[in-house]
């Protein structure tokens, strides 16, 4: 008999055509994998193109995520996304070869003989994926420099709808389904011009034995899971007794020769199902407990009245946080406030305008829940990530609120022409903006998003500080919710009626704005359309009744929530009559030519009108030089040049002033214009951000709120559904396990006896991890003594665990989170004589080789060719477990793998290919098998006939 060491080679399982089955099994075996090894075992789920990773998830807790320290984010993508296949297979061949990992493993005395890992593909034989996924692998390898093994491991079971055709398909035989079969992953076997195929080897599993019985696809899933557990966990492939045993020439191009099978057996402990049956009884009996102590409880009406303060304080928190903001907040948006209002408010009649939106500013700060500060745990990583995430999102907002102010905050004096093309400017320039609006909308959407996210986490956190506190907890977060309900639905008609002030504040505005652009001073005099759009919007009593009340607001608008930056009927003509009224001011701005002329046809008559009251009065004059001189001009009366002069320059500043007075006009009329277009878009970002608000909390929240009341006024009714959840779980874990597919093929051993529904129970083996239990004096687990004191660290894990309690238990999802735990719990017992099956293989008689032989009993081939040919059997187990077994059983050509697990042996079968019984076998099945009855022809075929 041949032996070989200890060893373990990475490896690269890829599950194509998402095989359940293999992959819950493989996890499931790995319970009584070393984790050491985890981190050299990486999975991918693939459906030919593109993949995603898959967990190794097992009772003793997961392995850690491999991807997720090698940069596996660094593009965005998290590892429940779908990637491509190559990209996403060249990151987890990295991850498996890390040193580190090689490192580990040979520190734990596992020897690692080729760090090049071997890859695994997993999937139905009627999958074209499955090609695909081959021919990626080789490319990868084969771009990284990588001497890896690629075996595949095939089911062949035709699924129920096998044969079935559309209408009008043509129907195909089962000998021409099988060649079709074949053609999408046997060339992957087929070695061409010298060179290696992209498949060494395949490993076929069918659903006919070789001893010409049936087994079903659940049954065949198992025997793959377990075959491809213990090719990983053995080491078996490193070996080269296996390397000879499959190994085919690359000169030999029939693919039959790299088509073989394996029969895999366990002698082992089923820890996962050991482990979750008895959890699940420790945690029947935990709710049990709970239930009782739920029926006694009394609350005190003080009790009752300081949880509805606390809910009211919780309400007015969210409350502050969500109201208008102070001036100093927002300074871009403040900025334009008072500017606004600079401009509006020479009019003494104008209110002034309210543009205030929520500051935001807890976001940037660190959540603040209503419990004891020396009960909230320090921020994780993760958290602290969403905490940043939840600033950049604010700053977002604040930057394309910002950005979207700037195209409207141009200088309209310096635009030069008339009025339609300023007009024109001001127009583009607020759709210009629509762009960055958008991106505005986009950012606060994403940030009120992450606004109900915290609002959801604080009042979790609360709930749960209330919910697990103590045995009364239930009682005291019931009437929480309770009055947090209540309030809520306050909070929700208070942000609706802040809403409805701001568009009542709006239609005000807008009828200011309206009222600045028909005033009956320059109307009468514009051209007949304005005068028609004055008269069209505002008929003469409405008008009248206006001009007195300048408060009172305008019928409701037509589209009172705009779409984008689209503008309102009522909006456009506003701004029509705003562009007309800076036309009306633009023409009576008088040319400076006009100006001049006007001075010296005026200056001559006024100056001799005015000369006889004014020569008295400029006698002082003539002791200047200029005038002096102008005065001693022959033929001109005395101080004549002097009052012309005078008259001349008065005339000159007056004109001077007339026309910068109406400059100053023109250019307010100017700026009400464009304060018109910032305040339809501050309107819109208002009432946008009083849509958010109300949905932060009126929406999903309002709702979780509600769910969380009803689940605890029903909480004697949850613990008791989950009692009977854990219930369920025992006795669907007892007869998966003696029932299922792992009794076909395995021999169960506990507490050194055989595990059997007959004579050592699973009820047994819980009566005995019970009695540990109670038995164990240890510091660290002295809690496990008593139901209330796993009950109080039960409350523990709940409330600080990574997911919330209380959310859980409303969506009935408590067992998930209540389960591991007790697994912890329980697995700190299996251990020792528990789980190690040498107590029972050395027990008394030949005990050892009685299991043996009722292990091999049970190596059935699922793979049935008409030439059998030599095959190999390999054992990996403990030197002491196999030396309980007589010599004389074991096969003289048996392979040892040395091993230092004690809670299982693997036996396998290995049956490689060669002869044509691969090809031969399938066809002769295929001519024997009858077309089944739900295959029919196409109706045009029958009607034909």
Known sequence: MATIPERFRPAVVIFVDEMDGVYDHFCDLCAGLNPVLWPGVGMLRSNGMFARVAPLRTTLGEAPPLLAQRGMADDGATLAQELQLAHLFARMLRAVQNEQVYQRISEAGISVPEASAQIFIVGPSTSPALRVVAQTVSDALRLNATQSTVIYLIQDVPPPSQGETLPGAAALTPAERAEQAERDWLQSLTATSGELP???????????????????????????????????????????????????????????????????????????????????????????????????????????????????????????????????????????????????????????????????????????????????????????DALDQDARSIDELYAAEEKSFEALQFKPVKIAGNS??????????????????????SAADRAYARVGRRFLYELETEVDGLLLSDLDGFNVARNFTEALDTHWRWLSEHFMELRAQHESEYAAEVQHFRLLGTSPRWVAEADPPLQQARSDAFPTAAFDAHATDQTRPLLPPDDPEPSGLDLTRQEREVVHLLAGRIGWMERHIPTRGTMMGFALVACIPLSLLLYPYLQTTFSWMDQFLPLGLISHIPGVPSNLWE???????????????????????????????????????????????????????????????????????QMQTGVRVLRDQFRHLTDVTERDLFNGPSALRDVFIANGQVLSPQGYTLEDLNEEVDRLRLANVADECFWHHSYEDIHERLRYHLAWGSKSAIEALSRGQADALILPFMRDVINYYLTGRLVEIGYAMSGMGNNGTQLWRKALDKATLLFNPPNRLPSTLFFAGRDEDAGAIAREVIPRNAVQVHSSHAEWLFIAQVNPGGGGMFRDAHRQRVRRAPTPAYVRQPPQERSGQ
């Open 198 to 384: 992209l498949v060494n080897f395949c490993f076929f599993f069918e659903e006919m034995s070789d001893r010409s019985t049936f087994y079903d696809e659940a049954s065949v899933q198992y025997v793959m899971a377990e075959a491809l557990f213990g090719l990983i966990a053995t080491g078996i492939p490193s070996s080269d007794i296996f390397h000879d045993t499959i190994q085919a020439s690359p000169l030999v191009r029939d693919p039959d020769t790299r088509v073989g099978s394996l029969a895999p057996v366990m002698i082992r402990f089923p820890r996962a199902a050991v482990t979750d049956y008895c959890a699940g009884r420790l945690a029947e009996r935990v709710m049990d407990d709970w239930q009782e102590r739920l029926h006694e409880q009394r609350m005190d009406q003080s009790v009752a009245e300081e949880q509805d303060q606390n809910a009211r304080n919780a309400v007015w928190r969210v409350a502050n946080q969500l109201a208008d903001a102070p001036e100093s907040v927002r300074p871009h948006t403040e900025t334009y406030r008072k500017r606004l209002l600079d401009r509006i408010g020479r009019f003494k009649r104008h209110r002034p305008l309210k543009l205030i939106q929520p500051s935001l500013q807890f976001m940037y700060e660190w959540p603040n829940p209503l419990k004891p500060a020396d009960s909230v745990s320090p921020p994780s990583e993760e958290f602290q």
């Open 420 to 441: 339609v093309g300023f007009s024109l400017a001001a127009r583009e320039a607020y759709f210009r903006s629509a762009g960055s609006f958008h991106t505005w909308q």
């Open 643 to 713: 009052t012309i002069s005078l008259i001349f320059t008065a005339l000159i500043g007056l004109c001077i002033a007339f026309l910068k007075y109406r400059e100053w006009r023109r250019d307010m009329a100017q700026k009400d214009l464009l304060d018109f277009y910032q305040l339809c878009m501050a309107y819109r970002m208002t009432i946008r951000e009083d849509q958010l608000r109300v949905a932060a909390v009126a929406g999903p929240l309002a709702t979780e709120i509600s769910q969380w009341h009803k689940q605890l006024q």
